[in-house]
């Protein structure tokens, strides 16, 4: 597999295969400098991409008189998820060109880590009721105070929910967890997995490198 624009494209819009997304986030990693590629790639086609399919759908709701209310709805539900996830895409690329760069900085606070999980399963509760997934909270009643980046922390509580509704087995539960020690805290997510897990952790481990 060779790296190109238009493999880059459908990892951006989401669309890459499993063994594609796999293979632009290794090249990504041992090839840091590409990510400004990526950036302008997003600036120049992408965007105007989205920006015509947007405006074409857009042209179309306002003058097919013939939709219906909920038509309508659906049509415009679309376009506000098409523009979270490229708002999504562009800020993590900025973010791990940062990292990659070591210029990522952090805005540590003191933070309650059992409301900030609380807060994201608010954030994504439709999804989570759309998903069949059942989510099982066994956290701590009293704050547990830690110093962390509240935005990053709460993103990586978002992916890892939002990893599960991705792959989790419709009907199942989920389960998420802390424990606490005299200077540590760890918080655990569990779930059933949709598909038979017939590979190893370091198979699983290789597409975040």
Known sequence: MEISDELIACYVEGIA?????KFVRKYLCEHPEEYERILCL????TIDFLGEQSKHTSNYILKNEDLSTEERKDYVDVLDRKSAR?????E??????KATSGELKLEKVDLD???????VQMELEEEIMNSGITFKMNLPEEKVMVYLDAQKTGRIFENLTMNILKYGLTGSRAYVSMEQSEKTVQVAYKNVSAAEINFSADEIMERFK
Do not use: G, R
């Not at 295969?17 to 997304?21: A, L, R």
């Open 17 to 21: 295969t499993t063994e594609e997304q």
């Open 42 to 45: 997003m600036d120049c086609d």
């Open 86 to 90: 490229l708002k999504t895409l562009i």
């Open 92 to 97: 993590d690329l900025f973010e791990i060109s």
């Open 113 to 119: 880590l059992v409301q900030l999980i609380h807060e």
